[in-house]
């Protein structure tokens, strides 16, 4: 099913075996990689690099950084900028992840899968 495209209304017996088999081929992957998944660290920064942000593979915040000017800053200013830190951070280390799984399952897209899943639930609601 990985790559195609199918009317949620119209789904087989041969779709949901092949759900299956994918989500079971996952969960074997996420038992062996979870120690590389915990090595994980994702990394951001704002643009001037005055704000600097890391977090772990669930996105939990490990570390913020403040350059000296960015005391210069007003607070809302300052809240802004250490958004856009975590929020790259968290960007990073969702691609590393899904850099992990390609390399473990070359023919399962990790973002494929999870706007197809998207879409069925789009289209259920």
């Given amino acids: 099913m990985y790559g195609q495209q199918f009317d949620p209304a119209d789904i087989t017996d041969q779709h949901i075996d092949e759900l299956a088999r994918q989500g079971e081929r996952v969960l074997a992957w996420l038992e062996t990689a979870q ?5 994980i660290v994702g990394a951001g920064e704002t643009a001037a690099g005055q ?7 669930n996105g939990r915040v490990l570390e913020v950084t403040y350059g000296p000017r960015v005391m210069r ?3 809302h200013e300052l ?14 280390a969702q691609r590393q992840t899904h850099d992990l799984m390609r390399e ?8 494929e899968a999870n706007e197809q899943f998207q879409r069925l639930l789009a289209d259920w609601s």
């Fill in 35 to 39: 120690a590389d998944l915990d090595q």
């Fill in 104 to 111: 473990a399952m070359p023919d399962f897209d990790p973002v």
């Fill in 73 to 75: 800053l007003g607070s």
């Fill in 79 to 92: 809240a802004e900028q250490t958004l856009v830190a975590v929020r790259a951070a968290c960007a990073d």
């Fill in 51 to 57: 704000v600097k942000a890391t977090v772990d593979v």
